[in-house]
């Protein structure tokens, strides 16, 4: 009602001014606070918060427990909530300011169910819409969803039966999620839609070399960035790319993605383009061996690379994938094929288990050559050698005669010792020999010529020097 007439009616009625910049920033601070349950939330105004939990509620203790602690937190800040969860956006959005309980649990694939005795307001129409079905004796969403469609296209048109759509999942719904202040994020926005890969380079440079500015005023580098294309049609494309350290190099960082735009789809044409960094660490310069400085990049001052391998990885990584380039990891073990394992090159380098002494080690302690290859199984070999500590005079391998003419060894590995009841097969003596030819092998023979449980003597090839 009007406000003088409230007013006449409760002479000591209390009036605040509504304040609309405020409510929707204290909704977008709710909805960066729930980024702890998570990492993707958005503000839905004028009242409400998605959260995306997919994947995130067994983290809380499943949906149940989840929803208990989020009710208790809104609760205590003085806030009254109205909570739903539910496969779709919409469905979502409908039951918690239509449904019965104050808390709805939609089981996945039931929203079709669920939504049918909601009124058709729930579907996020105006009121004349609302007014007009209701008129035709369509009050639920159950009845809307059992019309005709055709009839119904042409009277209300196609945003009435897209939001049905939405709510029952045949159309995908986006949510533009919050992020939190601290993440750096630079957008573009376009008068007419690009759509061709000489406008996204273009355009990225651009993002780049903004984004880089702030990592420099920061004293970061980036490790992730996401390339988001924004579509004339409300889709999104996604362009992901990592780095193997931090990097704020804007040549580098910009001509990795430009290896990744022949992946994206324009459709109707990118309308905007955001790059996010969802993952930057410091970085600061370091000292280089001539005593002038580097640039923490990673790059010399005249911008020439420096002599590391990060360049090279990371475009290996991200045209090839994470999954196909990676590094070796040393593990303890004496026995040659379990003393390395295959780890992602990103990952992070591992703290030694026992601090470095700095005496040297002793000289008995230092193990034999090793292979630069070693074969991922040991291959039988044929071998002329004397008994017992003998190195061999020839072997084949492969059908090929190789005479030694240099060798030098043994070297016996027993295997680990907390494992030496099954590791009996693991006695060996290596030995590092040279052929005819100058080609060096790294042979084995297996057991000790004790026990015969630890092998019948017999030959084998496991790498080359």
Do not use: K
């Not at 000292?287 to 002599?307: H, K, N, V, Y």
């Not at 084949?396 to 027993?414: F, K, L, M, Q």
């Amino acid at each position: 009602m009007p406000l003088a007439q409230a007013q006449a009616m409760v002479p000591e009625l209390l009036t605040v001014d509504a304040t609309p910049a405020d409510d929707a920033a204290a909704l977008d601070r709710l909805a960066a606070w729930c980024l702890r349950l998570s990492p993707m939330t958005a503000a839905d105004r004028p009242d409400g918060v998605w959260i995306d939990v997919t994947g995130c509620t067994h983290l809380q203790g499943g949906e149940t427990s989840m929803l208990e602690a989020l009710s208790g937190h809104l609760a205590g800040s003085g806030l009254t909530a109205r909570i739903a969860i539910a496969d779709t956006p919409g469905a979502a959005h409908a039951l918690a300011r239509h449904g019965e309980r104050s808390v709805t649990i939609v089981d996945p694939g039931a929203q079709d169910a669920a939504l049918a005795p909601l009124p058709v307001q729930a579907l996020r129409i105006g009121d004349g819409q609302t007014a007009d079905l209701r008129r035709l004796g369509l009050d639920t969403i159950g009845q809307l969803a059992g019309a005709a469609r055709g009839p119904l296209a042409r009277r209300f048109g196609n945003a009435l039966l897209t939001r049905l759509d939405q709510a029952t999942g045949r159309v995908r719904e986006p949510i533009q999620p919050v992020l939190p202040p601290e993440i750096i994020v630079v957008r573009r926005g376009f008068i007419e839609p690009l759509s061709t890969a000489e406008a996204f380079a273009t355009v990225i440079l651009v993002l780049v070399a903004e984004a880089c500015t702030v990592l420099e005023r920061r004293g970061e580098g980036a490790r992730r960035l996401d390339l988001v294309f924004e579509r004339v049609d409300g889709t999104t494309q996604l362009v992901q790319i990592g780095t193997s350290r931090p990097v704020r190099d804007v040549r580098h960082l910009a001509r990795l993605l430009d290896e990744r735009i022949e992946t994206v789809d324009p459709g109707p044409g990118v309308e905007a383009m955001r790059l996010v960094l969802p993952l930057v660490e410091t970085l600061a310069p370091a000292q280089r061996a001539d005593g002038l400085m580097q640039r923490a990049d990673g790059l010399a001052p005249g911008g020439t690379e420096a002599a590391d391998l990060s360049v090279l990885i990371d475009r290996l990584v991200n045209r090839l994938g994470p999954d196909t380039v990676y590094r070796l990891r040393s593990v303890e073990s004496d026995v040659p094929e379990r003393s390395q394992r295959p780890v992602p090159v990103h990952a992070a380098p591992e703290a030694p288990s026992q601090p470095v002494s700095p005496e040297p080690p002793a000289s008995w302690l230092h193990p034999g050559p090793r292979p630069v290859r070693l074969l991922d199984r040991p291959e039988p070999i044929e071998a002329l050698a004397m008994m017992p500590d003998h190195p061999p005079r020839a072997f084949t391998w492969r059908r090929v005669r190789h005479r030694i003419v240099r060798a030098d060894g043994p070297e016996r590995i027993t295997g680990e010792w907390w494992w030496r009841a099954n590791e009996l097969t693991a006695v060996r003596d290596y030995w590092a020999v040279e052929n005819q030819d100058g080609r060096r092998f790294w042979l084995f023979r297996q057991g000790d010529g004790v026990d015969p449980g630890t092998g019948g003597l017999a030959w084998f090839l496991h790498g080359f020097f």
